[in-house]
């Protein structure tokens, strides 16, 4: 079955420094996702992106992060000076074409440490 | 804005006990529900999902989860707990015209044999 791969697992970085999470989505999707859960707290959203733009983000997706298909299989989410509240577990999903009933497919996740 | 509650933060059962995992979601408009499944060390998987139809949905490996919409309800439940259920489960809401999930806060389950 196709599944949603992430790199790296982890990422230790220095505040502010950049990064850039990578995500491959599942191939004919066209709708991906960003989510983070900082630990000990809900999974959250931070942006969608469809058609090369950006369709909707959350209050926490500021000027900082931004997001990226370079590609056309590669979907990326840089922060570009980290904070140490940027310190989370960052997943990539994507979704075929249907409605917002679709499965959103999750990836296994990159561990963001900012020290 | 809507939120989801789920009131258990930790489960601990005996193998073939009963399941019931509360949520509860607060948005007056149409929503869609999801259970997501993250079993140790793996990504997120989609347990079920409701969008229209028979509120009684049923799942993969034996789970079902109903909706009750005078009480904002999706509860998750399986007759009979394995081992292998050990994992954490989350409920999710979108509404209608968004694609953005929005989480619950967890349930741990663990299942003893």
């Known amino acids: 079955e196709p599944e949603v791969t992430q790199t790296p697992s982890h990422q230790v970085t220095q505040m502010g420094q950049e990064v850039i999470l990578r995500c491959v989505p599942i191939s004919n999707h066209l709708y991906f996702y960003w989510y983070r859960q900082i630990l000990g707290q809900k999974v959250e959203f931070l942006v969608s992106?469809?058609?090369?733009?950006?369709?909707?983000k959350s209050e926490i997706f500021d000027d900082q992060f931004s997001v990226e298909r370079p590609d056309g299989s590669n979907f990326t989410l840089k922060i570009r000076s980290t904070k140490l509240e940027d310190s989370a577990m960052y997943f990539c999903?994507?979704?075929?074409?249907?409605?917002?009933?679709?499965?959103?497919?999750f990836g296994p996740g990159t561990r963001l440490t900012v020290l | 804005a809507q939120s989801v509650s789920q009131h258990n933060h930790h489960v601990i059962l005996s193998e073939a006990a009963s399941l019931e995992l509360g949520c509860n979601y607060s948005?007056?408009?149409?929503?869609?529900l999801f259970w997501y499944v993250q079993y140790p060390g793996q990504h997120l998987q989609l347990l079920l999902k409701?969008?229209?139809?028979?509120?009684l949905v049923k799942g993969i490996k034996g789970f079902e989860a109903e909706f009750i919409k005078s009480k904002f309800s999706f509860n998750l439940r399986k007759p009979s707990v394995q081992w292998s259920d050990t994992a954490e489960y989350f409920c999710a809401v979108i509404s209608t015209g968004r694609r953005a999930l929005t989480f619950g806060s967890g349930t741990r389950l663990q299942v003893q044999p």
């Open positions: 999903a994507s979704q075929g074409l249907a409605g917002n009933t679709d499965t959103q497919y």
């Open positions: 409701y969008f229209s139809g028979d509120p």
């Open positions: 992106f469809y058609n090369n733009e950006i369709s909707e």
């Open positions: 948005y007056g408009g149409t929503v869609n």
